[in-house]
């Protein structure tokens, strides 16, 4: 007979639902290459009685998480639920007993990850979390493992399918953000709060997540810069694509010496990573920018993500796949269950280290000390003298301008303007964007977007 791990989810959703499923089609294949057979003995849902896409044994089947996590069979607990306070209580009272957890929940990470990787070290068993970043794509497994050898000097990510996917369609169909939003939810995308992905905390988990792997210390949520797509307008997409570059919601971690304001030079990004590895912090931001249309990030359409990892020893790589939806998820929790069952047979309790293992100690440079080049979208008034007032509150802040474009209008009509501004500090030019919003000229509050070369 072959030995038999069982398991307890927590959640039998969009996830949970494709985890028992692809169980089902691929549990044979499973243990055949395990040596281990993996067997769901217990799922709790919040409504037990709801019809679902698949059918679940009623003495499977609960509505209390606490019978899953409590039950003596269950080995392992898979948290599929989502949110950060009751998964928060699933996932302690799970680890407090000893059993390994599962989970693909990055709010709840970002929130407590510290405590809960501390709870599972205290008791001696792992916490797994493949899922919870970029969907199907095995990116923590090569952070934590195959990179181990790597200093990482640049990871430049599109984290958040659902955001990916409005963009993409605003960009092949000229909709509107509003029009796709939609559709992105009854794909199964987007958070069951869509505010976490179209404001970007969602992407933002994931690249705190990945910037503690990477650089060694905790990453709080609150030192993330970040931006969401809800203020884009297919106006944005579309001038972006005439400059010869693609709008994406991006995550971007690197090492930076900050960037005083006077560094700003003509043309070229002026953040780089420290050729001693000296840097004076990271850079950990989440918005949305301009990527030129040869970059490889630019083809990264609908939900697939992709995450490009720089380090200093494998150079430059790049992981793409799908990174939302039922079953690319799926195929991460199962990813993890493998390791998490096997570590259990081979009682393995810190195969699989907390974030803060290799350092510890590290810090997020604040973004307004950081350099970028970038768009501005003024919506101003058409007659003379315009250009001038804008130009010359850019100058008195020595920023330079290296294109306009203004679509031709008819006097007295409100047009939009298109600046692509040289390298300046986030500081400067966020202060000089305000003076120029405030002109009697300027229409509507400018829409400022940084261009990223990621040469
Ligand atoms: P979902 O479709 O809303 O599923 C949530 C599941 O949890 C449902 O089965 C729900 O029960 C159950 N549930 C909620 N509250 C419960 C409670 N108090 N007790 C027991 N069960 C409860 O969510 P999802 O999209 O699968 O997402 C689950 C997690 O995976 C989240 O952390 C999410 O961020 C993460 N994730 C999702 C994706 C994706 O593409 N969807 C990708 C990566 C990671 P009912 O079915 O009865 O309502
Ligand atoms: N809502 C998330 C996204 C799910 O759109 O990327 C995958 O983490």
């Known amino acids: 007979m072959m030995d038999q791990v069982n398991l307890g989810l927590v959640g039998g959703g969009t996830v949970g639902g494709g985890v028992w499923q692809a169980l089902q089609r691929n549990g044979d294949l499973m243990a055949a290459r395990l040596g281990l057979r993996l067997q769901v003995v217990r799922m709790a849902v919040r409504d037990p009685k709801r019809t679902r896409g698949f059918t679940v044994p009623t003495s499977v089947l609960t509505g209390d998480w606490s019978e899953v996590v409590h039950d003596p069979q269950v080995q392992i607990v898979v948290e599929l639920m989502g949110g950060t306070t009751t998964a928060r209580e699933v996932v302690r009272a799970a680890l407090k007993l000893g059993k390994p957890v599962v989970t693909a929940n990055k709010a709840l990470l970002s929130a407590h990850g510290p405590e809960l990787f501390a709870l599972a070290a205290k008791h001696r068993t792992n916490l797994y979390y493949e899922a919870a970043v970029a969907g199907g794509i095995p990116i923590i497994k090569a952070l934590r493992e195959s990179f181990a050898g790597n200093r990482i000097t640049r990871i430049a990510g599109i984290v958040n399918g659902t955001c ?56 709080r949520p609150e030192a993330i810069h970040t931006e969401g797509i809800r203020h884009l307008s297919k106006l944005d997409i579309q001038f972006a694509g005439q400059l010869g570059y693609t709008i994406k919601l991006l995550g971007i971690i690197q090492p930076v010496a900050s960037a005083a304001p006077s560094a700003a030079k003509k043309g070229r990004n002026t953040k780089k990573a420290p050729d001693d590895g000296q840097a004076s912090g990271i850079q ?66 810190h195969r699989v280290p907390p974030f803060a293992a290799h350092n510890g100690q590290g810090r997020v440079v604040p973004m307004d000390t950081i350099a970028s080049r970038f768009y501005v979208r003024l919506d101003v008034s058409d007659r003379p003298g315009v250009f001038a007032r804008i130009a010359t509150v850019l100058a008195r802040a020595q920023i330079g301008i290296s294109s306009i474009i203004q679509p031709e209008g008819h006097s007295g009509e409100t047009v939009p303007v298109i600046l692509m501004l040289d390298a300046a500090s986030n500081q400067s030019v966020r202060k000089a964007l305000a003076t120029i919003g405030k002109l009697p000229v300027v229409k509507s509050k400018p829409v400022v977007l940084r261009v990223e070369n990621l040469d």
Do not use: C
Request: no cysteine; glycine share 10%; proline share 3%.
């Open 284 to 349: 950990v931001s989440v918005y949305p920018a301009l990527v030129p249309n040869t970059h490889v990030l630019a083809s990264v359409n609908h939900a697939f993500n992709a995450v490009a990892v720089r380090g200093d020893t494998v150079g430059d790589t790049l992981f793409y796949g799908r990174g939302a939806g039922q079953d690319p998820t799926a195929s991460s929790v199962l990813g993890d269950l493998a390791d998490a069952a096997l570590d259990l047979r081979a009682g393995n309790h």
């Open 164 to 219: 990916n996917y409005i963009l993409t369609r605003m960009k092949l169909e000229g909709a509107e953000f509003s029009e796709v939003l939609a559709d992105a939810q009854r794909l199964g995308y987007a958070e069951a709060e869509p505010s976490l992905d179209i404001d970007g905390h969602d992407a933002a988990h994931k690249i705190g997540i990945l910037a503690s792997l990477a650089h060694g210390f905790w990453v």
